[in-house]
């Protein structure tokens, strides 16, 4: 490792006295921890909060004023590796740790070799000097959990506070090691804080962190450029805000992407633009999802089930979600509508929920009805059964009303079939 | 609290399978509901953990340094950190049924896996509605497979099918007794011929024990079969064959499984029913029947070993097979 390297040379290089010195840091580093390091923070003050001895531990490894930055970001990386590198060996890291004091500043370590106590453990020490031992478990430095750290990461707690589910966010490492290492005053407060601007509600902030962890890595001013960019195309601040909610990583696209994506859906189902904005507010993952599906669903309408243009546009308004359904599904479904149930193309497209709904919902039902006699989808007779009754209500209510029998005799059919 | 739902979570119970879904499907759909079950239970209050603090001690001359322990709440429990209490139950599935055919099939949790296998050494037998169609054949038994042929129906009746019918039993009823590697000419095997019917505690092809026409409507038959150590395409080749004896062709519209040993159709749950406490009542209604079931076939003793047909007892079969034949 680089870092390695560097000191090697700086080890080798130093006198024997400042070797001793620093062979009896490294003692001193491994039987008494808490107390050396307010020696070697001659300016730190004593905290009495919980964050002390953890603060050090994660001030080793931030940009800090007083330590090396070169040492600290590939300190950084290494100690927050989760699945992706094996564990590092605990004495490996400590070694690492203690040969970053000798480089830190030569001065300090001469101060201290005056006042340097004896260093058995058996020795006798004063009282006070026992109460300032922390002699708490080290953290673990690299885990493939947030668990471990939550305790003592601030961050971390009011993440989960806000109601951010920390166990799907650290299936990625990188994300872990991101929450790991901001700091929640200066970075994250700022993000909270232009969300809400935005129009997201303090109750749906955890639910959008979770989904979308990487906006704590974007750019703030790139994301007001894109909220302005779609307020200059009329969304109202609460369309936007719905849109955000909806589908978490919509800020994350840039402006040119979003423009092409809106021209896109313009040109491809030929909307007026006050449709396609409405579409897009309901359906909001439109702009977000892959864009290939929605051109093959819409060739499997037009070519292999027959829809006319306008039609297509019609359903597609009443129910979004066609335009990202499962090919397969939608031609099993069509395929049992129009050919068992012989219902032609006209009532199909009033009634576009039918495509919505799990194919046994209409099979067991329309079977139920033909077994009762009562399966007329043609409205110019009488006893006409629309599509959405048929799929759109619940159990209990499709049986007393539209069937004319009970849940129980429902029940039995199925168990017939 | 949460181990007692988790221990009342242990047995068997019997579900009642569409036609169309995948066995492992439902498998999954199951276990899935029932870890939404277990995990929408209220988490366990916060933990506290207790910190030592350095603190000034008040009223006193110098600043004194001492410890004071306190009570903090820990959120390394916390479910948002954890993730769901649940990730994984086992379910087992007991006889398959492939994907087109339905009816009871018996799954088995947590520690009622065990019992899954203690009921497939049973050997106990099982009841399906088989739908035929006279006038075709296909490829692979079904009705949507690649036609082969297709014959006429019309000298087709129903004593014919009867008659059918009781060949195919009779000739059945002798393979259960060499299957059954009983040497008749002793005095147990002759008990246990008298009170019910002997059958192979072992692997044997499939045999059937009882078979008869519930329904007869040209080109239709519905006929129920009473057997064991089947597959559902074994059942389907039956139709084929009833259709060839009949010097016509038939196809299976139809494989419906209505017992699997104990389990019924009553107690079968439908896919509405495919949640936590729907399944708790289910095991524990089944519970006695199982256990009472596993200790008459397993204990010792030729005489106890009786086939359970509720329903219609083979005693009326015999008539018409002796008339038949």
């Known amino acids: 490792m680089a870092l390695s390297a560097q000191q090697i040379p700086r080890w080798f290089n130093s006198v024997k006295l400042r070797s001793l010195i620093n062979t009896v840091q490294l003692t001193k580093r491994f039987t008494r921890p808490g107390r050396t390091l307010l020696h070697g923070f001659s300016a730190q003050p004593q905290m009495s909060s919980d964050n002390c001895f953890l603060q050090w531990g994660f001030k080793t490894y931030k940009t800090s004023s007083s330590w090396n930055s070169s040492q600290t970001t590939s300190s950084g990386s290494q100690e927050n590796n989760s699945a992706q590198s094996t564990l590092l060996p605990l004495t490996n890291e400590q070694s690492e740790k203690t040969q970053k004091i000798p480089s830190f500043d030569s001065e300090v370590f001469l101060e201290e070799l005056d006042d340097l106590p004896p260093l058995s453990p058996m020795q006798p020490i004063s009282e006070e000097e026992a109460i300032q031992i922390i002699a708490a478990p080290p953290l673990p430095p690299s885990s493939f959990t947030l668990r471990d750290y939550v305790d003592h990461s601030e961050t971390l707690q009011k993440l989960v506070l806000l109601g951010v589910d920390l166990s799907k966010i650290e299936k990625h490492p990188d994300a872990a090691n991101l929450l790991l290492r901001l700091d929640f005053e200066k970075d994250i407060k700022q993000i909270l804080l232009f969300l809400k601007d935005v129009g997201i509600e303090d109750n749906q902030l955890g639910a959008f962190l979770t989904k979308n962890y990487a906006i704590f890595s974007q750019d703030l001013e790139n994301m007001k450029t894109r909220v302005a960019y779609l307020h200059s195309k009329n969304f109202s601040k609460a369309d936007v805000a719905q849109m955000v909610r909806k589908a978490p990583f919509l800020l994350n696209f840039s402006v040119e992407r979003l423009d092409n994506r809106l021209g896109f859906f313009q040109k491809e189902l030929q909307l007026s633009v006050k449709k396609t904005r409405e579409l897009v507010v309901r359906l909001p993952r439109l702009l977000t999802g892959s864009l290939e599906p929605v051109k093959e669903n819409m060739k499997v309408y037009h070519l292999e089930l027959g829809f006319k243009h306008n039609e297509i546009q019609h359903m597609i308004t009443k129910i979004p979600k066609m335009l990202t359904a499962n090919k397969r599904k939608l031609t099993e479904t069509f395929d049992y509508v129009h050919n068992v149930m012989s219902i032609p193309h006209h009532i199909i497209v009033k009634f576009p929920q039918v495509f919505n709904t799990r194919l046994f919902k209409v099979k067991e039902r329309h079977l139920f009805l033909t077994y009762l006699g009562r399966a007329q989808y043609d409205p110019a007779k009488p006893n006409y059964i629309s599509l959405d009754k048929l799929v759109s209500i619940p159990d209990e209510i499709f049986c007393e009303e539209i069937a004319k029998a009970s849940v129980q005799d429902f029940e039995k059919f199925l168990k017939t079939l | ?325």
């Open chain 2, 1 to 325: 609290m949460r181990s007692a739902s988790l221990s009342r979570l242990q047995g068997l119970f019997a579900v009642y399978k569409p036609p169309g879904l995948k066995w492992k499907h439902l498998r999954d759909t199951v276990e899935l509901q029932l870890l939404k079950g277990l995990n929408a239970r209220k988490p366990p209050a916060p933990e506290q953990r207790v910190r030592f603090l350095l603190g000034a001690v008040e009223g006193s001359e110098e600043k004194e340094l001492t410890l004071t322990a306190t009570s903090v709440p820990s959120l390394t429990n916390h479910p948002l950190v954890c993730g769901p209490a649940f990730t994984h139950f086992k379910v087992g599935v007991g006889h398959r049924l492939d994907a087109q055919a339905s009816g009871v099939l018996v799954l088995g949790v947590g520690r009622g896996c065990r019992l899954l296998t203690d009921m497939y050494n049973a050997h106990l037998t099982k009841d399906y509605t088989v739908r035929g169609l006279l006038g075709k054949a296909t490829d692979d038994f079904c009705e949507d497979g690649r036609l082969v042929e297709k014959t006429t129906y019309d000298h087709v009746t129903r004593e014919k099918l009867d008659r059918i019918l009781a060949v195919i039993q009779g000739s059945h009823q002798k393979a259960l007794v060499m299957y059954s590697n009983l040497d008749l000419k002793t005095q147990e095997a002759y008990e246990m011929a008298v009170r019910g019917l002997i059958r192979p505690m072992t692997k044997s092809p499939m045999l059937i024990t009882g078979i008869r026409c519930l329904h007869f409507a040209p080109p239709e038959f519905l006929v129920e079969v009473q057997c064991m150590h089947e597959t559902q395409k074994e059942l389907r080749k039956l139709v084929h064959e009833i259709g060839l004896e009949l010097k016509t062709t038939a196809v299976c519209s139809q494989v419906r499984r209505t017992r699997d040993g104990i389990f019924t159709l009553d107690s079968a749950l439908l896919r509405t029913q495919w949640d936590l406490h729907s399944i708790q009542d289910a095991i524990q209604t089944a519970t006695p029947w199982v256990a009472a079931e596993l200790e008459k076939s397993l204990s010792p003793g030729l005489d106890t070993k009786q086939l359970p047909s509720p329903g219609w007892s083979w005693d009326s079969q015999v008539p018409s097979s002796g008339e038949g034949c």
